[in-house]
């Protein structure tokens, strides 16, 4: 790859980036990387890491690193790494796509054995042109792919169990946090539970009563939510985080404004971090199985390192657990 950069008088990183197809890349570029390419016979990144043999390295690409339920993938994937004599480099990056890639684009550069991204924003198409050229494992968006495995929740039922719950308990007026996402991805995770909000509320009857609340899973982004919450009218006697990060944050902000958990708001997380067992917080929350999913999906890699080149798509059967931040709607909320 040094020679074709020197050939073609363009960076290292160009050049990768032209090889990979990655987004960004003018046609003047390519046409230059290209003909390079052709005049030293240059053969493709694969075959190069193959010659040199491996490195014990993997990469990671953590695409928030305020989200705890990522700590159990990462704890996971130590176990089953270390255990082969593999070392991680994680690199953090922002849910921004352009971010993401540029940290993608830095762990190949620095010709990592295999990657693993969680939550990659990414284009399909984008994504399939790197599981072409080093082995990889996705964990979050949902469906097969030719070119890389992928790892999961099955996360329209997780969200469908909380609903289940909260109506159980007699809640109607459920509030959903969206996260941030482009319209036409509904492989991520967001837009299945998303989904599984929707269908459940309407299994029970509910669809009138459904209550999408634009955001952001982050502390922030939970607190923003909370605020609008209990501006709306009539305001949800429950509350649908999405994700266990946004629910700290709606819990932050609402203990704040006095009300009563969970006799004037019930919430609901999705992930089951650590922290959420803990007092005073005692998160209702469902869990994906984030250390498991993490050591499969680094078992997935070393499979794939060694040579399999056949998909494996793993999707997990998520489990609600319900603990103090949920329960029947108070009186006071009821008369509203």
């Known amino acids: 790859m040094i020679d074709v950069a020197h050939h073609a008088g363009v960076s290292i990183a160009s050049v990768s ?27 493709p990144h694969r075959l190069a890491r193959g010659m040199r043999g491996p490195m014990f390295t993997v990469g990671v690409m953590l695409s928030d690193i305020e989200n705890p339920f990522f700590s159990l993938l990462i704890q996971g994937m130590v176990e089953v790494f270390g255990s082969q004599g593999y070392e991680l480099q994680i690199a953090p990056a922002t849910a921004g796509e352009e ?3 540029s940290v993608i684009d830095s762990l190949i550069d620095h010709q990592m054995d295999g990657l693993i991204l969680i939550a990659p924003r990414g284009r399909e198409e984008h994504l399939e042109r790197i599981g072409e050229q080093v082995p990889m494992v996705v964990i979050g968006p949902h469906g097969p792919s030719e070119h890389y495995d992928t790892v999961s929740g099955d996360d329209e039922l997780g969200s469908a169990l909380i609903v289940d719950h909260l109506v159980s308990l007699g809640h109607r007026r459920i509030a959903f946090l969206t996260n941030e996402h482009p319209a036409d991805r509904l492989n991520l995770p967001e837009s299945a539970r998303a989904r599984g909000f929707e269908e459940a509320m309407g299994r029970h009857g509910l669809s009138d009563d459904l209550l999408f609340v634009p955001g952001v899973w982050s502390l922030e982004g939970g607190r923003d939510a909370a605020r609008r919450i209990l501006e709306a009218s009539p305001r949800p006697t429950a509350v649908h985080a999405g994700a266990d990060v946004a629910a700290f944050g709606i ?18 997380g999705y992930d089951n971090s650590p922290m959420g067992s803990f007092t005073p917080i005692s998160l209702t929350s469902v869990d994906q199985s984030g250390h498991e999913m993490g050591a499969i999906a680094a078992k997935l890699l070393l499979e794939r390192i060694a040579g399999r080149s056949e998909p494996h798509n793993d999707v997990l059967t998520p489990r609600l657990i319900v603990r103090g931040t949920t329960s029947a709607p108070g009186a006071a909320i009821q008369s509203r």
């Open 251 to 268: 819990l932050s902000y609402l203990w704040e404004e006095g009300v009563r958990i969970p006799e004037d708001v019930s919430v609901a």
């Open 17 to 43: 980036k032209v090889l990979r197809g990655a987004p960004g890349v003018s046609s003047a570029m390519k046409e230059r990387v290209n003909a390079s390419v052709e005049a030293l016979s240059y053969r």
């Open 99 to 101: 971010s993401q890639n």
